[in-house]
């Protein structure tokens, strides 16, 4: 890998709130810039296949519906960032509540996958459509969430996968974050991530084998008030 | 007719950017990685690379040291999307020849493309004029 993982972990310290709301922003307006980008160069064509029609070249009706479906796409794309960018800032507006925590890291798993792309790892979610209604804070769970996966995203090598899974018991959520491997890894520490993860009430469990590592958040249903708040 | 290489994972971009190049009269390649852009230079002499910095696998500043590790005069101009310039200012102190933040206009690039085939040129001049000298000197003439 390239990019050592001591220098990604670095790089999304788990030190405030803030850092994680600016690393999650950071990812996303980089991918609508290049959403920004394509749409401009695309515009920029039309302009020069007007400029072209001006001296007498003729535009073909398959050039402009290209360019149209090229600037429709990322429209599309660049709607859908903004919408889970959306989703995610206003999981911020209540300090605790009911969310659907199914949505809530379906969609926080969509802000991460520039990330993972980045390393060149595959990241997926299962099951892909649930509902599962918890009570507490939405920021500070998906902060937990998120902390876990970029401390096994570090540990991921090109072309692994890293699933994250979520599933009901009795009387708790459990986020499951998977790195297959095919190879025995070691688990990352996990200590600053175990102390957010503490703030709500939640715990952290990781194992590691010869095929990779899961590490397993314990939620909740309803996270105590006096924890965290 | 400059010959120029982009290199970024956004296939689309580098399409549409590269048809718009040949419309202005250069010979455009595109990369879709680090990697295929260490490939192509084996094969052509490019006057220009256009090198996105944030891409998968291998980013753009580990390709452009290893870009300048094979031909050290090769002329690189990085494109940046990370709304700072402090990633543009770190690839020239890299030996990347000038960069430009997304999304760049094609007038500024194609600019910057001039300016990097004059230096190019000069570079090879400068290499002549080295040549030749050592010959001369050796000569004894």
């Known amino acids: 890998m390239i990019e050592d993982k001591e220098k990604f972990r670095i790089r999304y310290p788990a030190d405030t709130e803030i850092r994680f709301f600016g690393t999650i922003t950071a990812s996303v307006t980089h991918e609508l810039n290049n959403v920004m980008s394509i749409i401009s160069q695309t515009g920029g064509l039309l302009e020069d296949l007007l400029s072209g029609n001006r001296l007498g070249r003729p535009i073909s009706p398959e050039s402009l519906e290209r360019i149209a479906g090229k600037i429709r796409a990322q429209t599309t794309r660049g709607t859908d960032i903004v919408n889970r960018l959306n989703r995610f800032a206003h999981g911020a507006d209540e300090p605790t509540g009911m969310f659907d925590l199914g949505k809530a890291l379906n969609n926080l798993g969509q802000l991460a996958q520039r990330l993972a792309t980045l390393r060149g790892v595959i990241l997926k979610f299962t099951p892909e459509e649930m509902t599962l209604e918890l009570e507490g804070c939405q920021f500070r769970i998906l902060q937990t969430v998120f902390l876990v996966l970029l401390a096994i995203l570090s540990e991921a090598q090109k072309g692994e996968t890293i699933t994250l899974s979520l599933e009901k018991n009795a009387d708790c959520a459990r986020v499951g974050i998977r790195l297959d491997t095919g190879r025995h890894c070691e688990i990352p520490d996990l200590s600053r991530e175990k102390i957010i993860a503490g703030n709500i009430g939640a715990g952290i469990a990781p194992q590691n084998d010869t095929n990779g590592i899961i590490i397993v958040i314990r939620l909740p249903m309803k996270t105590p008030p006096t924890v965290g708040q | 007719m400059a010959k120029v290489l982009l290199v970024d994972d956004e296939k689309d971009f580098r399409e549409i950017l590269?048809?718009?190049?040949?419309?202005?009269?250069?010979?455009?390649?595109?990369?879709?990685?680090?990697?295929?852009?260490?490939?192509?230079?084996?094969?052509?002499?490019?006057?220009?690379?256009?090198?996105?910095?944030?891409?998968?696998?291998?980013?753009?500043?580990?390709?452009?040291?290893?870009?300048?590790?094979?031909?050290?005069?090769?002329?690189?101009?990085?494109?940046?999307?990370?709304?700072?310039?402090?990633?543009?200012?770190?690839?020239?102190?890299?030996?990347?020849?000038?960069?430009?933040?997304?999304?760049?206009?094609?007038?500024?690039?194609?600019?910057?493309?001039?300016?990097?085939?004059?230096?190019?040129?000069?570079?090879?001049?400068?290499?002549?004029?080295?040549?030749?000298?050592?010959?001369?000197?050796?000569?004894?003439?």
Not at chain 2, 37 to 42: N, P, V
Not at chain 2, 70 to 90: F, R, S
């Open chain 2, 18 to 141: 590269a048809e718009r190049m040949m419309g202005r009269g250069l010979d455009a390649d595109t990369a879709e990685s680090g990697f295929k852009a260490l490939e192509m230079i084996e094969s052509k002499s490019y006057d220009a690379i256009i090198l996105d910095l944030a891409m998968p696998e291998m980013d753009g500043m580990e390709t452009l040291k290893r870009l300048l590790a094979k031909q050290p005069h090769l002329q690189v101009i990085v494109l940046t999307g990370q709304a700072t310039v402090q990633k543009g200012v770190e690839a020239v102190k890299l030996g990347a020849a000038d960069f430009l933040e997304k999304p760049a206009e094609i007038e500024s690039l194609m600019a910057k493309i001039e300016e990097a085939q004059a230096r190019k040129l000069a570079l090879f001049e400068q290499d002549l004029d080295k040549k030749i000298s050592d010959i001369t000197r050796k000569k004894g003439w």
